[in-house]
């Protein structure tokens, strides 16, 4: 198993030196020519750092990482895209804000075992790979430390050793991180781990890749992902509808017609989505894809993301009047982690 705590850049590179090109591998080689400088995706788009308020900078961490068809979909010389404000970082991210912190979600004290994490009932959650196909500055794990507990064998083995000694654990959410950054290889291996555990029905995973980066999701991973035991959830994260493009709604139609149950999780974001049109799109979108939408996240409190927030109140709001004009079923259900909650809790 390749070592996941490799920074995906690193191992997209080192994955395209070793094999040959051949079709099922061509996401790796979209993976290593990604965009992990600033000014090169700024280029690409049609800006210069001068347009830009506040100024951009090069973080150290937490690198900047985009692949370049997600870039494609960004309107040009538009320094508000909200696809671009989603990945681009900015000197906002470096100032502190009181009450956001590193881990605010206490994943800390959620801590089963290295790389397992049980906050709710009957399901446990696999941080599998500490890789991504794209940076989001608003992420709540980026500070998470994907590095304790040994190499990537080492917690596996010790994550399903915790596992098959509990009971009641129905469930096992496969995230990250993503776990689609896994080669198919490591992720057969772990499914067919997985399914061994007697209690469980279900096996879900949260991914940004169907939307990031379609060409992973091939047939083959298709079939892998849906033809064991368990029944298959994939909860995609997608915040605006400019980000299902054909290739996108391909890759979740694929999914679909295999069999996985499809959902949606997104965040809502200053500057991105906060407005009743563009969730209104998102939720047609998606449908289309035949996804539902499942949460709308308030931002957690993450150091480096204020920027993002949208007050609770507003959220709200926002999330009244889009049932005023959607079926309820493409309603999201707006939530709020509340670190020791018993649950997600929903606003709305
Ligand atoms: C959010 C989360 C889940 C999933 O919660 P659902 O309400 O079932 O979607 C499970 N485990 C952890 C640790 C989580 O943070
Ligand atoms: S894909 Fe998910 S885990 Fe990865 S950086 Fe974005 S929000 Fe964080």
Redesign the pocket.
């Given at each position: 198993m390749p070592d996941g705590n490799q920074t995906p850049n690193v191992s997209a590179k080192a994955a395209v030196m070793a094999g040959p090109a051949v079709e099922a591998q061509s996401w790796k080689r979209e993976l290593a020519t990604a965009f992990t400088d600033t000014e090169a995706l700024l280029d690409f788009v049609g800006l210069t750092p001068a347009q830009l308020d506040p100024a951009m900078i090069s973080p150290r961490r937490f690198p900047l990482l985009v692949p370049r068809r997600f870039a494609a979909l960004m309107r040009r010389s538009d320094p508000n895209d909200p696809l671009l404000r989603q990945v681009l970082p900015t000197a906002a991210e470096t100032q502190p804000t009181p009450g956001y912190q590193a881990d605010p979600?206490d994943d800390a004290a959620?801590r089963w075992v290295p790389g397992l994490?049980?906050?709710?009932a009957r399901?446990a959650?696999l941080i599998t790979t500490g890789a991504c196909a794209v940076h989001c500055r608003y992420c709540f794990r980026r500070h998470f430390p994907y590095n304790e507990g040994g190499t990537q064998h080492d917690r596996f083995a010790g994550a399903l050793a915790a596992l098959s000694a509990s009971t009641g654990i129905e469930e096992v959410?496969l995230s990250g991180g993503d776990p689609l950054m896994l080669d198919d290889d490591a992720l057969a291996a772990l499914l067919a781990a997985i399914e061994q555990l007697p209690a469980l029905k279900r096996v879900r995973l949260h991914t940004r890749i169907p939307s990031i980066l379609p060409s992973r999701i091939t047939g083959a991973l298709c079939a892998a992902l849906a033809g064991g035991r368990l029944q298959p959830v994939v909860v995609v994260h997608i915040n605006h509808p400019a980000e299902l493009d054909e290739p996108a709604r391909s890759a979740l139609l694929r999914l679909s017609e295999h069999g996985v149950s499809l959902l949606n999780q997104s965040v809502l974001l200053r500057g991105v989505n906060d407005d009743l049109e563009t969730l209104s799109r998102l939720s047609d979108a998606l449908f289309s894809a035949r996804v539902l939408p499942y949460?709308l996240h308030l931002l957690d409190p993450v150091s480096g993301a204020a920027h993002f927030d949208i007050p609770e109140q507003a959220g709200r709001a926002l999330v009244a009047r889009l049932r005023e004009c959607l079926p309820g079923y493409l309603v999201p259900r707006l939530v709020r982690?509340r670190p020791g909650a018993a649950?997600?809790t929903v606003l709305v």
């Open positions: 979600v959620a994490l049980q906050k709710y399901r959650l959410i949460y982690e649950s997600k």
